[in-house]
Nanobody, 121 residues
Framework: QVQLVESGGGLVQPGGSLRLSCASS????????MGWYRRAPGKQRELVAL???????NYADSVKGRFTISRDNAKNTVYLQMNSLKPEDTAVYYC???????????????WGQGTQVTVSS
């Protein structure tokens, strides 16, 4: 079984910072991509940042220059450093992993439960 566990969400004032972590565990053969998505109230889920096994990254325009995604391959963990947070960053943030499992070598996507990030004065 593969499981993604997120941490690091919380309440922060505008201009503050948070660091989200997502640790994947289980019989993982290879992680192709890991990323962060978010869903704000009344809005559709959107991609925030994505990182591939080769280290290439992709960011939503709204977070470029403020957020940084990184990964620790040894720990199968992805991070999202969020700086200069704005109220519009308030959302539930979801971790996603595109990976294959060891036994069947089957590739699939997995999601975390989500962690709340609230940016407010």
């Amino acid at each position: 079984q593969v499981q993604l566990v997120e941490s690091g969400g919380g309440l922060v004032q505008p201009g503050g910072s948070l660091r989200l972590s997502c640790a994947s565990s289980g019989s993982i053969l290879r992680i192709y991509t890991m990323g962060w998505y978010r869903r704000a109230p009344g809005k559709q889920r959107e991609l925030v940042a994505l990182i591939t096994s080769g280290g290439s990254t992709n960011y939503a325009d709204s977070v470029k220059g403020r957020f940084t995604i990184s990964r620790d391959n040894a720990k199968n963990t992805v991070y999202l450093q969020m700086n200069s947070l704005k109220p519009e960053d308030t959302a539930v943030y979801y971790c996603n992993a595109d990976l294959s499992v060891r036994f069947t070598q089957r590739r699939n996507t997995y999601w975390g439960q989500g962690t709340q990030v609230t940016v407010s004065s």
